[in-house]
Nanobody, 124 residues
Framework: QVQLVESGGGSVQAGGSLTLSCVIS???????MGWFRQDPGKEREGVAG???????GYSESVKGRFTISKASAKNTMYLIMHNLTLEDTARYYC???????????????????WGQGTQVTVSS
């Protein structure tokens, strides 16, 4: 059974930084992975993805501020977030799929496995 467990969320002031982690077991060496976020009453949106060959992609709203990476040896994916704004407040989810991808999609329907999420709250 595939499990994804996020950690690293919390409360931070605007302009601050947080790093989210997602441990994936069993790890999918050939799959692609992504981070999504959702505010209550809104659609779950993709913010960052990393492909089977480490091609990364970001939504326009986070480009230049967020960085996605993975450490295969640690079965872990990361989302490093800088210069956080009030609009970044949401529950953040990691997602994975075992199928190969050259570019990681930011469409939630492309992913098979999801974590439970970790809350990020940005205050002024």
């Amino acid at each position: 059974q595939v499990q994804l467990v996020e950690s690293g969320g919390g409360s931070v002031q605007a302009g601050g930084s947080l790093t989210l982690s997602c441990v994936i077991s069993p790890y999918m060496n050939d799959g692609c992975m992504g981070w999504f976020r959702q505010d209550p009453g809104k659609e779950r949106e993709g913010v960052a993805g990393i492909s089977s060959v480490n091609v990364v992609g970001y939504s326009e709203s986070v480009k230049g501020r967020f960085t996605i990476s993975k450490a295969s040896a640690k079965n872990t994916m990361y989302l490093i977030m800088h210069n956080l704004t009030l609009e970044d407040t949401a529950r953040y989810y990691c997602a994975a799929r075992s199928a190969y991808c050259y570019r990681a999609p930011l469409d939630r329907d492309e992913y098979d496995y999801w974590g439970q999420g970790t809350q990020v709250t940005v205050s002024s």
